[in-house]
């Protein structure tokens, strides 16, 4: 699924213009980078938990020249499926 397929669906479920349908999708999908930002976690009961993880910084390798590189210490969004999502899909 996309966030074309997302955004038509939620229009077609709670029949909205597209255009509504698309500020909702992205105010929500705000609100979850805007709260990993600030507090690191976002928990959506019945669904799961998006985490923020800090990468140390490390020397990697170039594969087409082989030369060593630095790559630079980075944060990455995590997501860790809840029960019901689990369950649901088991």
Known sequence: MTKADLIDAVATKIDLP???AERA???VFD???AALKTSGKVNISGFGTF???ERKARQG???KTGETIDIP???AAK???GKVLKDSLN
Do not use: E, Y
């Open 79 to 81: 997501f860790k499926p």
């Open 61 to 63: 390798r170039n594969p």
């Open 31 to 33: 609100d979850i980078v």
């Open 18 to 20: 597209k255009t509504t």
């Open 51 to 53: 985490t923020v993880s």
């Open 25 to 27: 999708v992205n105010l």
């Open 73 to 75: 210490a980075s944060k």
